[in-house]
């Protein structure tokens, strides 16, 4: 199976910001408080941060999915 | 019945004085309603060989759309998107107003190849004239008793994104206006009444009854290969002839606004794409092109068919700035990149505009440019921020003594040139 692809609901994201306390290796927030993800494939030991932050975020807006949003390079 | 022949397609689907032509005269200028007799495969496979892209903007295959609504099963929807969301285009309101039979042809002739449960045209509410048009359009179709499909007009909302894919359904819906939805699924997947949607822009629509009634050859017979047939285009600014043209694929800026009877006094820059779209220096004009490749070779796009001719007296950044705060008040207000990033953006800009900027503007705004690109819903703010990028690139002389402290060049009160609704100067 090929790795995961974190990607952000941006409606949905109201730049709680924890994704980037758990994930600072692929998540960074921006001026504003808003998640910049690194949309890279995500491998081995880092998928447990993944999902811990797609866990934690208190409105669902973080995603861990199988494929790469069109226009994502893996 | 023979083929239009030249670039006047569109145009030459309109009545004089903006004035549409009645069924009768419509099908006396261009024949029977097109053949209604293919099914998906094969009008897809007539796109496919023509080569049309969509007219809204993105400039997507129109075949691809067609294939990838018509393979589904289920009651389809089909969607003519005339909710011109661009202060500087008008070219859907003439269609719809002065030609609303070309646009209703290709409507009919795709709701009937894919066997559609459902045909809409959306029309702006605030385009009286264009709704007018396309009622009597019906009425007439009705009464003549060759439409096999019914069509329904519904009046949309205006605004920027209003008529943005995922927008434009979920107004038809029943949800707000001008409210893009995340995607995936996307419109072809779950449009209207979470049905398979197939959304096109107007004029699309009208390439497409042409094609059905001409073919694929003919519509190759203008443009060049990789940018068959032809587009609409507004033209507006500093030229001596603003308004929409009827312009070949593939073909230059020059020829556009010879066309247009040349510019009026001495330019500076283009604006093409419109409001999402790219500035350029007037010294590259000679040499650009507007077709596809030419434009995405120099980092633009022709978008939904927009030039503006900045004229030599105007301040390329203070009409950036204009144009930002709109872009940034147009925000759906769903996303914190889009929401926050243009009002940062525009905020800058209008301090640059002003002289007033603090140390390190410029470095604020690329970041944040590059820092907002692509997060939002939608693509409105990869738009603005491609506008904005690009203005920092065309005006870089300006921009310096903006940097520096000084005040605009052009004097205050002075008349904009960006159209923004509302503007006195704006006839809408």
Known sequence: MSP??????????????????????????????????????????????????????????????????????? | ?????????????????????????????????????????????????????????????????????????????????????????????????????????????????????????????????????VAQALVERAEAGTERCEIELVAVASGYVAGEESALVNELNGG?????????????????????????????????????????????????????????VTLSGAVQSPGVYEMEGGGSLEDLIGAAGGVAGEVQAYLIGGYGGTWFDAALAPRLGLGHADMRAVGGALGPGIVVVLPAGACGIAETARVLRFMAEESSGQCGPCVHGLAAVAYELEELAAGVAGPGAVDRLERWCADIDRRGACSHPDGAVRMVRSCLTAFSADLAQHESGHACRVPHGAREVLPLPGDLAWAG
């Open chain 1, 4 to 74: 995961p692809h974190l990607r952000v609901n941006p409606i949905t994201c109201t730049g709680h910001g924890i994704c980037a306390e758990l994930f600072p290796e692929r998540i960074r927030l921006d001026d504003w408080g808003y998640p910049v993800i690194d949309e890279a494939p995500v491998h081995g030991d880092l998928i447990d941060h993944a999902q811990r932050a797609v866990e934690a975020c208190p409105t669902m807006a973080l995603l861990l999915e199988a494929r790469a949003r069109a226009g994502v390079e893996d």
């Open chain 2, 1 to 133: 019945m023979a083929p239009p022949t030249g670039l006047r397609r569109l145009l030459g689907g309109m009545g004089n004085d903006g004035n549409w032509l009645s069924l009768s005269e419509h099908i006396e200028r261009f024949g029977d309603s097109p053949a209604s007799a293919m099914g998906a495969e094969e009008l897809a496979r007539l796109l496919d060989d023509s080569g049309l892209r969509g007219r809204g903007g993105a400039g997507f295959p129109a075949a691809v759309k067609v294939r990838a609504v018509g393979s589904r099963r289920g009651r389809l929807v089909v969607v003519a998107n005339g909710a011109e969301g661009e202060p500087a285009s008008s070219k859907d309101r003439l269609l719809l107003t002065a030609a609303p039979h070309l646009v209703l042809d290709g409507v009919g002739l795709v709701a009937e190849a894919l066997d559609v449960g459902e045909a809409i045209v959306c029309v702006k509410r605030v385009d009286a004239a264009a709704h007018e048009a």
């Open chain 2, 176 to 232: 707000p206006p001008g409210r893009p939805t995340f995607v995936p699924p996307r419109p072809f997947q779950s449009g209207v009444g979470g049905r398979p949607t197939l959304i096109q822009n107007v004029e699309t629509f009208a390439h497409i009854g042409l094609i059905g009634r001409f073919g694929s050859e003919w519509y190759r017979e203008q443009g060049t290969p990789e940018d068959p047939g032809t587009h609409l």
